[in-house]
């Protein structure tokens, strides 16, 4: 780490610290720990309802997912992440109201909102906080810190919410997340602007003209674009992970009170992944090698878990899928982040979280309605296409370098 006195920008700097805690607070949800439970014994859902809602809040978030990034270029990081916080405490206090489907539904509704205020703003300045001090190239290790972070506070509120939900009621957990998320709003008003992003706000560019160029350089840029569709097709797949590994347990024999040790596991591994990924990317030669390689060993991970109903493979299985799978995500934003100019960061980051959404959005029901038939034939249809996918990947290592300067769209 460079020391504080060779800083071109030491006030900036500090923001990546905060940025960190407030990844860590903002995802402390409680509730993750006990969400089925909470849906169907408090709320009187079904669980084909519990998976409606969910659908719900993927297609919410795909819908406002630009509109939120551009507030961020509009109005500043700073109160993106502020204001989404602030939402965020909104829907908890609304979904622990009365328990009701259309009044979980319009949490929902909020809660995407407050995900989307997050979503880019705070990556867009962290890079611009680091370009301040003419630290660009070390984004792939700080927004991979970030994520780091983001797992520690799932990783806190998943061991801890099963006592909150035992010791004070099911919605204790979602109320309990009220104290993270004001402590998340809180630490956002500390930030502060880089000179770049201030200066363009006093323009205020009018926010349709931001959301239209943003797009236009999204779609015209062929680099952000081919990276934005790798990362969203390899994220659809791997996503899957995510609502099948309790079912894999289940069918291993694990019982239940285990299942959270198994994803606090996952998530150290993620954490371990991300925490090296610079010593990674030296053992495997190049970023795109290591890119490429942990998204064969999740496909392989994959294929284990399609073969296997021993429960220590199992688990190994679990926690490797994990481990080379979900991490891609912030090392394929902080490459984006180079080919993209600061007043536009923040709108074209919302586009690329847009598209990987969209992937989530077709490809969960499609991955339920196999694993209904076939969990087995599901995991081993999602390794293989994740194998394929890496022989047919189209990126090179000219795409992960650093530019000197932003080039234009096209």
């Not at 809040?57 to 819908?63: A, M, S």
């Not at 490459?335 to 969960?364: C, D, K, Q, W």
């Not at 034939?377 to 022989?391: E, K, R, S, Y």
């Amino acid at each position: 780490m460079r020391p504080m006195s060779t800083l071109q920008a030491p006030g900036l700097y500090s923001n990546l610290w905060k940025l960190q805690g407030i990844r860590l607070l903002f995802w402390m949800h409680f509730f993750s720990a006990v969400l089925v439970p909470f849906y169907t014994d408090w709320g009187g859902l079904s669980l084909a309802q519990v998976l409606y809602l969910n659908a719900w809040f993927f297609l919410c978030n795909f819908l406002f997912e630009v509109p939120t990034g551009s507030v961020a270029d509009f109005l500043g990081r700073k109160a993106s992440l502020a204001l989404g916080s602030a939402v965020g405490i909104g829907a908890a206090l609304l979904y622990v109201s009365r328990p009701s489907l259309l009044v979980f539904m319009a949490a929902e509704v909020l809660f995407a909102i407050a995900y989307t205020l997050h979503s880019g703003a705070d990556e867009a300045l962290a890079y611009d906080s680091l370009k301040a001090n003419g630290l660009e190239q070390r984004a792939p290790q700080v927004l991979g810190r970030m994520e780091s972070f983001k797992l520690g506070g799932i990783i806190t509120a998943t061991l801890a919410g099963g006592f909150i939900a035992s010791t004070f009621g099911l919605s204790a957990p979602m109320r309990a997340y009220v104290i993270p998320a004001a402590l998340a709003l809180l630490l956002s008003l500390t930030l502060r602007e880089p000179p770049v992003q201030a200066s363009a706000r006093k323009e205020r560019v009018p926010y349709t003209r931001i959301i239209i160029e943003g797009g236009r350089y999204f779609l015209g840029h062929k680099v952000v674009l081919l990276l934005a569709l790798e990362l969203a097709l390899t994220n659809a797949l791997a996503w899957g992970l995510i609502w099948l590994f309790q079912p894999l347990l289940e069918r291993a024999g694990l019982p239940l009170r285990f299942f959270g040790v198994v994803h606090a596991l996952s998530c150290f591994g993620q954490i371990l992944f991300l925490g090296n990924s610079a010593r990674l990317e030296r053992w495997s030669g190049s970023m795109r090698r290591l890119l490429l390689g942990a998204t064969v060993l999740a496909g392989l991970s994959f294929l284990l878990l399609a073969t296997t109903r021993w429960l220590p493979l199992v688990i190994v299985g679990i926690i490797l899928g994990f481990t080379f799978s979900l991490p891609r995500i912030p090392l394929f934003s902080a490459y984006i982040n180079h080919h993209v100019p600061s007043e536009r960061r923040a709108t074209v980051l919302s586009f690329v979280s847009m598209v990987r959404t969209l992937g989530i959005v077709v490809m969960n029901p499609l991955i339920g309605l196999l694993a209904e038939r076939s969990l087995s034939g599901t995991m081993a249809l999602l390794g293989a296409g994740l194998l394929v996918l890496a022989a047919g990947s189209r990126i090179e290592e000219r795409h992960l370098s650093l530019p000197a300067e932003p080039p234009a769209a096209g």
